[in-house]
């Protein structure tokens, strides 16, 4: 029993040792709850944990938010994280303050900071204690949201990083199985470049638009779907279409649907190299170039295989 | 939102036409997938084949069928309006053709055995070069599935084990087939390359004197 305490109390030593609580106290105070007032260990834990909040001033947020390796995170948990920003991306939107990847030595996680937080900016390479965070799922991905109740700190500590190996696939092969509607000659809202159908923003509304070329789809290598976005100058290596001939084919055959109709006959069911860097949703493609196979050498590797 | 774009599979014709199992796991969204005799769990292909028929089902139906021969079989396939996309691009194609398809599986029960049959989510033309590299990567894919099964390495494996019993060597056989046959084409094309090689250089010299003469 006298073992249990002393666990108990590394528990909850643990959760408050940054704010002078002695370990004594605490499993002074379990000891007497539990053996000599017989009080259920859950009941003492918490009696325990209400005292320390009061005594030592502790923010009760503390309590709700026990710090969490990245790999042991589950959907919709109030925890702190300590971890290493590893990527800022460009935020999609004005509500995104900061956007990317934090890491920890157990995993990587996708994050956000909503400008509504009005936190100060972290630095990619820089590490934090990210206080009171919450974390949700989006499109089957998690990802930690810091809020206004949010803490950020930054510490002095180098933390070595395990980063998710899809996120940091540099090139592959595999076919473009399909290429979404919203590819080839799109309209984009000036204030804050979102894709803007028929000059309407989601977010802003009737805006005005500038057009762009941007490829959308799906590569696929039989094993693993990557989402990709290309933009024009990508496109320009690969197939030799650069926002100026778009615009001119769009005006030439007076639809701008042409030239998502060219970009698929050009480009669905072929085979490419792509280069680039992935964010947990897409594949950010910076050079494509299609696949020149090398039949001839795989051929006896696969018959003496299959002997 | 837990959505999951499905991987298109590398399969060939005979395995999955042989396919009659399918599993669905319960919950409204959740995909239907076919277990194939070899043990793959799949809802979607990507096919690059020749395409060596095309007809309306009816006239006037909008129901187009198609076939589509890799080199141990061919797949039926049949495009609607329900695939605007690959409606679109089939009224241009006329077959004898190769194609790349992306499409779905779905698996008919007939009076008296189970059909499987593709709707295509695209079609587009392709290339010998492009299909003979399909023809590797699923060769390559086939292979693994038949060293999984033998071994019986993973559920879908020990499950197709189960279901169907496959006869392994028959499976075999088809892709030592589909990659002899591609080896005798590139031992061909080889010694054409070589030929023209040849030329060239009685060409390079002959200019060369012309040179000379000059």
Redesign the interface.
Known sequence: MIEKIEDLAERIYETFKDYGVKKKEIAERLRLLILEFKVPENEAMNTVTNYLVREYKIPRERLRAPLTKIADLKSKQWVSVKAKVVTLWEPSSPAIAQTGIIADESGSVRFIIWTKSEKPEVKEGSSYIFRNVVTD????NLRVIITRTSDIEEINEEIAVKVDPKSKATSFVG?L???HQNSGLVQRCSECGRIAKGGNCPVHGKVNWYDDLRLRG?I?D????Y?IIADSKVLKELIDMDLEKAKDLAQKSLDRGAVLAEL??KL????LVVEGSADLRFFRVSRAEF???E??S???K??E??K | MNFKREVARRVFAKELNNATYTIKIAGEKNPIYVLTPLGLRCNRVFVIGAMIEKYEVRPESGIWKIRVADPTGSLVGYVSNFQPEALESLLDIEPPVVVAITAKVKVFEGSSRKLVSLRPEMINLADFYARDYWIVETAKSTIKRIKDLETEATEDAKLAKKIYNPNLEDYKAAVREAITKLKEEYEAFEEFEEEEEDLDLEFEEEEFDLKDLV
């Open positions: 799922e989006f499109a089957g076919a199985v399909a290429v799906v696929d039989g094993e693993t779907t989402e698929k006959k669905l069911g072929r085979y696949l020149k196979p039949v001839a795989e051929i006896d696969i018959l295989e299959i």
